[in-house]
């Protein structure tokens, strides 16, 4: 069964360093979200994708963070200079149209230190 | 700003028990989706409701949406201790040409033997 995939499953970071969080969506999806949960808290919407372009936008998705689909198979997660509270779990997503079910990945926990 | 409320937050009951979980809005959804999420893992998707008044069953889950799409239910019939974990309502929004899923803040089931 296609499923997302996420790497890595953990990752430990110093604060101000600049972290990158991975994510192969289920062939043939057309839209990518990215989700964060901070530990004990709500699904929080970060940003969507669709058609190689930043449909929607969280307030939480600040100048510091940025999405990238760079060879039509992987898409990624940048944080410039992450700060304590970047601490959570952070989940991609992919959907194959408008109005069709959202499947997510296993997530990757960051950790900054 | 979309909200989706849940409740109740947390749930303890015994087995053999019925219980249900209510999501709500007052924004209409394009569609709903419930989850199940377990300790460091991602949302696994249980179930899609589109239509108003809508109902889906899952072996003992009972899914329904309410006739004006701004409302849902989860109804569990003869908990399993199996059944504990947190449940996740995300509702669907479409504002121009972006979908994105806002989720609930979860209910938290625990089913005693």
């Known amino acids: 069964e296609p499923e997302v995939t996420q790497t890595p499953s953990h990752q430990v970071t110093q604060m101000g360093q600049e972290v990158i969080l991975r994510c192969v969506p289920i062939?043939?999806?057309?839209?990518f979200y990215w989700y964060r949960q901070i530990l004990g808290q709500k699904v929080e919407f970060l940003v969507s994708?669709?058609?190689?372009?930043?449909?929607?936008k969280s307030e939480i998705f600040d100048d510091q963070f940025s999405v990238e689909r760079p060879d039509g198979s992987n898409f990624t997660l940048k944080i410039r200079s992450t700060k304590l509270e970047d601490s959570a779990m952070y989940f991609c997503?992919?959907?194959?149209?408008?109005?069709?079910?959202?499947?997510f990945g296993q997530g990757t926990r960051l950790t900054v230190v | 700003t979309q909200l989706l409320e849940q409740s109740p937050q947390f749930l303890s009951i015994q087995e053999g028990e019925n219980l249900t979980v209510y999501c709500n809005s007052s924004s209409v959804f394009s569609s709903l989706q419930w989850y199940r999420q377990e300790p460091g893992e991602g949302p696994v998707l249980l179930v899609t409701v589109v239509t108003g008044g809508e109902v889906k069953k899952l072996k003992r889950l009972t899914f329904q949406f309410g006739d004006a799409r701004k409302d849902s239910s989860l109804h569990i019939t003869a908990a399993q201790p199996g059944d504990t974990g947190l449940y996740l309502c995300a509702g669907a929004f479409r504002q121009g040409g972006s979908e994105k899923l806002v989720f609930g803040k979860g209910t938290k089931l625990t089913v005693n033997p």
């Open positions: 994708f669709y058609n190689n372009e930043i449909s929607e």
């Open positions: 062939s043939n999806h057309l839209y």
């Open positions: 997503a992919s959907r194959a149209g408008a109005g069709t079910e959202a499947f």
